[in-house]
């Protein structure tokens, strides 16, 4: 392997560079956040859920901005080198302080830093088309009819909710919480398990929060927080905010029911039998009970 040709490379010094910045500016925009509800306490769940979703689609336009951005300005330069030795004549010439040297040399080591993170993210994006996989055969196999009355309650339901879009119901014998797939033919799935530990009344409060899912689009978003996610998979502070907006997105949902008069208490005591239920969640999926603390 040429080292030289490595360091110097315009790409992986570009994309370690928008790593390194991505860190900073994440903390800008989490503390962003964090100040909105400080100011704003009593904000609804749907209004910082889609705070948190704007702000974490800026985190990662930044850093795609700021990565594009040192392409073509490593590129005004003849060589990467003579950038490299640019910026440390500029330092030299305004200091002479050991930090400043560190700087340097940590510039110099951004192309190893990006070829560690290109090998983590081949491996995140292998899982991630795995996940995206196996819920397209969990979507398709061990189906079973529900019962009528349930296809009668969300035909009903759906039409009181203004959903235009044609969406499916199905037991399903391959997951242990009900969840929602797709975004132009959604799919909702209701475990197995669930008709025997779950009134009739706590399974229509289960399939009205399954719509609600579907009428906000959340599954669409979802799918753009988790490539978001993979690709900042380094960013503790990409974490913290996308975990905050799946809190908030089922809380929304959970809003949704209780405007609908459903008992709080009987809704509840649901949401704790299916979480006794789950031994396995699908992450490209709407769970019931995903991104709650439990």
């Known amino acids: 392997m040429d080292f030289a040709a490595l360091q110097h490379s315009v790409f992986l010094q570009a994309l370690g560079s928008a790593i390194l910045n991505s860190v900073w500016q994440s903390f800008i925009i989490w503390f962003l956040y964090e100040s909105i509800l400080f100011f704003f306490k009593n904000a609804s769940s749907r209004l910082k859920h889609n705070i948190g979703f704007i702000l974490l689609s800026t985190s990662f336009i930044w850093f795609i901005g700021g990565f594009i951005s040192k392409i073509l300005s490593y590129g005004s330069f003849d060589s990467l080198s003579s950038a490299h030795e640019a910026s440390y004549e500029t330092m030299i010439n305004h200091s002479n302080s050991a930090l400043n040297e560190l700087f340097y040399y940590v510039s110099s080591s951004l192309s190893y830093l990006s070829v560690a993170y290109i090998f983590l993210l081949f491996f995140l994006l292998l899982k991630f088309f795995t996940a995206y996989r196996n819920i397209y055969i ?60 779950l009134s009739s009344y706590q399974l229509e409060a289960i399939i009205l929060h399954e719509l609600s899912h579907i009428k906000r689009n959340d599954y669409l978003t979802n799918l753009i927080i988790s490539i978001i996610e993979t690709i900042l998979f380094f960013n503790p502070f990409v974490v913290l905010l996308a975990d905050v907006i799946k809190r908030e997105r089922e809380n929304c949902c959970d809003d949704y029911v209780l405007e609908y008069q459903y008992d709080p208490h009987s809704y509840a ?18 769970g019931e009970v995903s991104g709650k603390k439990q």
């Open 269 to 286: 005591t649901a949401l704790f039998r299916l979480e006794q239920t789950r031994h396995k969640s699908t992450k490209l999926a709407i």
């Open 138 to 197: 969990i979507s398709h196999k061990g189906l079973v009819r529900p019962p009528q009355d349930i296809l009668s309650f969300s035909s009903i339901l759906k039409a009181q909710m203004g959903i235009s879009k044609q969406v499916k119901i199905w037991i399903s014998k391959n997951i242990d919480i009900p969840a929602t797939i797709g975004f132009i033919k959604p799919v909702i799935l209701i475990p197995l398990a669930s008709l025997n530990h």
